[in-house]
């Protein structure tokens, strides 16, 4: 979960949020060192009296300076493409789960199970307990197996929201009338946290999400109470 003051990314809890956090340092020392390389210029000629007159007209330098960028969009690109083939790659899930966006909560159901699905709204301020996180606790956590790949088919029932998870690398619309999927592999046990990440009414910021990633043997026994 993020935390006050805090200037990176959450902990990674997933294959795919490792990736970009990854690339995400790739392309940052990138931009740092070309950032470098141009400050470095700019003082040079500020501070440098004289000239030379052969990188005034000079092929040399103009080729070097049209082919290094291109090299460098490349060493960018290619990361960045292999990244998106793994965000829709999606191998024999273990599970699928159906969130489904409503103005101003989530219903989730389980379709590999007969009748396992629910509601899940924000509590209210007023019911907290304490130590649990003010606007992102919901009163029915998204319970998922660890280790263990996730089908998320993503829709909504009437006006665009966004099922986002940043823990988990995920940030999918969701569109009414379209069915979007996505996955995720828990690697850490825990609870992660997101929120709808797109403007949806006057209560947008009220319908957070939390994913409790739990062991095998703990998830058959939450889905076996769940069902009863």
Same mark, same amino acid.
């Given at each position: ?26 392309? !940052?020392?990138?931009?740092? #060192?070309? @950032?470098?390389?141009? *400050? /470095? ?8 009296? $004289? %000239? ?20 460098? !969009?490349?060493?960018?690109? #290619?990361? @960045?493409?292999?990244? *998106? /083939? ?8 273990? $599970? %699928? ?28 301020t007023s019911e907290l307990t304490q ?98």
């Open positions: 979960m993020a935390h006050p003051a805090q200037l990176g990314f959450q902990d990674a809890a997933s294959p795919i949020m490792e990736e970009l956090l990854h690339f995400h340092d790739h392309a !940052l020392m990138v931009v740092f #060192l070309i @950032s470098a390389f141009v *400050l /470095y210029i700019i003082t040079l000629m500020l501070t440098t009296q $004289l %000239t030379h007159i052969n990188t005034m007209d000079a092929q040399a330098v103009e080729m070097v300076w049209t082919v290094l960028p291109a090299i460098i !969009l490349i060493l960018i690109a #290619l990361p @960045s493409l292999r990244i *998106l /083939y793994l965000m829709d790659e999606i191998n024999n899930p273990h $599970l %699928t789960i159906k969130a489904l966006g409503h103005q101003w909560y989530w219903s989730y159901e389980y379709t590999d199970y007969d009748d396992l699905m629910f509601d899940s709204y924000m509590v209210p130590g649990l996180p003010r606007l992102l606790e919901t009163d029915h956590r998204m319970v998922v197996p660890m280790d263990s790949p996730i089908r998320m088919l993503i829709s909504a029932e009437d006006v665009l929201h966004s099922w986002a998870v940043p823990a988990m690398g995920i940030k999918t619309d969701a569109i009414p009338g379209r069915l979007n999927q996505t996955t995720f592999t828990p690697t850490l046990p825990g609870l992660f946290f997101g929120q709808c990440s797109e403007i949806c009414g006057s209560n947008h910021s009220f319908m957070p999400i939390v994913v409790e990633a739990t062991a095998l043997d703990h998830f058959e026994s939450w889905s076996t109470a769940m069902l009863q």
